[in-house]
């Protein structure tokens, strides 16, 4: 080990050089292992933290998070008269993006069921949770808004009254969160114009209308609101979430509600699976494919560094050789260079990482198992990696050193 360190300190500016690129290199396999992680964490999170039992979507859909899914109000009260059902609340989920001193701001809207839900068991870091039925919002602090904010979105002034910490949904997108009543405002607002010409249109086709014809008086409902139409459904939610009561079998009121024509019902472990299936299987086939990749290169830079410092080194083997050295010792002076490189490189990599990754736009997650894998990885390849270097001194004869 003395010979290693000696060689080290004979040659310190390349070799820090050298550990600096190979821990930069680390790092993005790093990274890009705690970037997965963050992905599922995000996909995930939501799912854990409202805390339901069952989601009920619509027929055939993967809904809300894997797919749209669009399901009546009044499927709420249905799923409430199932025996066995504790409580059953509205879940509305859409994305806006709108713009916000210049730059584009994509929201994920979650409307809470108020009263009944008002957000109490959100990760609050500053203000409160929701206390009025309309105008009020909690958001995330990657939406970088500030406490008493007014933020106007369709045709309404909201006040964010709560910051919370790490809700971000499955696209990497900052959690805000309203009343059902008002998430729904925001997805169904409509241009003024666009409100006028649906109201013209109405009467255009009540005009050819025979009904309308004998009773003309028919005629005045269609210059009013669509809210005011009794024929007109109410605006539909995204799902129903289910908490069950204690002691209820989950599989009996899955099967009672699967048996309605018009849903389809997963568990909070089904809706992950969606998830983790779905885009985040593609996240993490892509990401894998960058991580072998830039592990390969590591080990062919690493390789190539070490047959380099051989070669400097061929004048000072066969010296060693000449006085009598074995190979052991020379080995031993090879490998144990590649081995201190590695654990250097590993070390930049970990401590850069750590100051560099919190700043990234999605979270970077380092998990233990990790980071433990990628230690063991980068052993095998300083000991792969010096194999060059080994084979090369094994050919370096003793007598050129008399040259």
């Given at each position: 080990?003395?010979?290693?360190?000696?060689?080290i300190q004979?040659?310190?500016?390349?070799?820090v050089?050298?550990?600096i690129?190979?821990?930069?290199l680390?790092m993005?396999?790093?990274g890009?292992?705690?970037?997965?992680?963050?992905?599922?964490e995000?996909a995930?999170?939501?799912?854990?933290?409202v805390?339901?039992?069952?989601?009920?979507v619509?027929?055939?859909?993967r809904?809300?998070f894997?797919e749209?899914s669009?399901?009546?109000?009044?499927l709420v009260h249905r799923?409430?008269?199932?025996?066995?059902v504790?409580?059953?609340?509205?879940?509305?989920?859409?994305?806006?993006?709108?713009?916000r001193?210049g730059?584009?701001?994509?929201i994920?809207?979650?409307?809470?069921?108020?009263?009944?839900d008002?957000?109490?068991w959100?990760?609050?870091?500053?203000g409160?949770?929701l206390?009025k039925a309309?105008?009020e919002?909690?958001?995330d602090r990657?939406?970088?808004?500030?406490l008493?904010?007014?933020?106007k979105?369709?045709?309404e002034?909201?006040?964010?009254?709560?910051?919370?910490?790490?809700m971000i949904?499955?696209?990497g997108d900052?959690?805000?969160f309203?009343?059902a009543?008002?998430?729904?405002?925001?997805?169904?607002?409509?241009p003024?114009?666009?409100?006028?010409?649906?109201?013209?249109?109405?009467?255009?086709?009540g005009?050819?209308?025979?009904?309308?014809?004998r009773?003309?008086?028919?005629?005045e409902?269609?210059?009013r609101p669509?809210?005011?139409?009794?024929?007109?459904?109410s605006?539909?939610?995204?799902?129903?979430?289910?908490?069950l009561s204690?002691?209820?079998?989950?599989e009996?009121?899955?099967?009672?509600?699967?048996?309605?024509?018009?849903?389809s019902?997963?568990t909070?472990?089904?809706?992950?699976?969606?998830?983790l299936?779905?885009?985040v299987?593609?996240a993490r086939?892509q990401?894998?494919?960058?991580?072998?990749?830039?592990?390969?290169?590591?080990a062919i830079?690493?390789a190539l560094?070490?047959?380099t410092?051989?070669?400097?080194?061929?004048?000072?083997i066969a010296l060693?050789?000449?006085?009598?050295a074995?190979?052991?010792v020379i080995l031993g002076l090879i490998?144990?260079q590649a081995?201190?490189?590695g654990?250097?490189?590993?070390?930049?990599a970990?401590?850069?990482?750590?100051?560099?990754?919190p700043h990234?736009?999605r979270?970077?997650?380092l998990a233990?198992?990790?980071?433990v894998q990628?230690?063991v990885?980068?052993?095998i390849?300083s000991?792969?990696?010096?194999?060059?270097?080994i084979w090369?001194?094994?050919?370096v004869?003793p007598?050129?050193?008399?040259?």
């Amino acid at each position: 080990m003395n010979l290693a360190f000696k060689d080290i300190q004979h040659n310190l500016g390349r070799f820090v050089l050298t550990a600096i690129g190979i821990g930069m290199l680390l790092m993005i396999v790093m990274g890009m292992g705690g970037i997965y992680r963050g992905i599922i964490e995000d996909a995930t999170l939501l799912v854990e933290r409202v805390d339901a039992d069952l989601w009920v979507v619509q027929r055939e859909t993967r809904g809300p998070f894997a797919e749209l899914s669009r399901v009546p109000p009044t499927l709420v009260h249905r799923v409430a008269a199932v025996p066995g059902v504790r409580s059953s609340r509205e879940f509305i989920y859409h994305t806006i993006q709108r713009e916000r001193f210049g730059k584009p701001l994509r929201i994920a809207v979650l409307g809470l069921d108020w009263p009944t839900d008002q957000g109490d068991w959100l990760p609050l870091v500053a203000g409160r949770s929701l206390r009025k039925a309309h105008y009020e919002m909690v958001a995330d602090r990657s939406l970088q808004m500030k406490l008493g904010e007014k933020v106007k979105l369709g045709k309404e002034t909201f006040t964010v009254v709560g910051i919370t910490g790490s809700m971000i949904s499955a696209s990497g997108d900052g959690l805000a969160f309203f009343t059902a009543a008002d998430a729904q405002a925001i997805q169904f607002d409509s241009p003024g114009e666009a409100v006028r010409l649906e109201r013209a249109a109405r009467e255009s086709r009540g005009e050819a209308n025979d009904l309308i014809a004998r009773q003309p008086s028919l005629l005045e409902n269609a210059s009013r609101p669509t809210s005011q139409l009794p024929a007109v459904a109410s605006s539909q939610i995204s799902a129903v979430m289910v908490k069950l009561s204690p002691g209820s079998n989950v599989e009996t009121v899955k099967s009672i509600i699967s048996g309605w024509g018009d849903v389809s019902v997963f568990t909070s472990e089904g809706q992950k699976e969606l998830l983790l299936r779905g885009t985040v299987e593609k996240a993490r086939r892509q990401i894998g494919m960058f991580r072998v990749l830039l592990t390969a290169i590591a080990a062919i830079i690493m390789a190539l560094i070490l047959y380099t410092l051989t070669l400097d080194k061929i004048h000072s083997i066969a010296l060693l050789k000449l006085i009598g050295a074995s190979n052991a010792v020379i080995l031993g002076l090879i490998l144990q260079q590649a081995i201190v490189l590695g654990v250097v490189g590993y070390a930049i990599a970990y401590l850069l990482g750590s100051q560099l990754f919190p700043h990234f736009p999605r979270r970077v997650i380092l998990a233990n198992a990790d980071l433990v894998q990628l230690a063991v990885v980068v052993v095998i390849i300083s000991v792969g990696s010096s194999l060059m270097g080994i084979w090369k001194a094994l050919q370096v004869s003793p007598n050129e050193a008399l040259t």
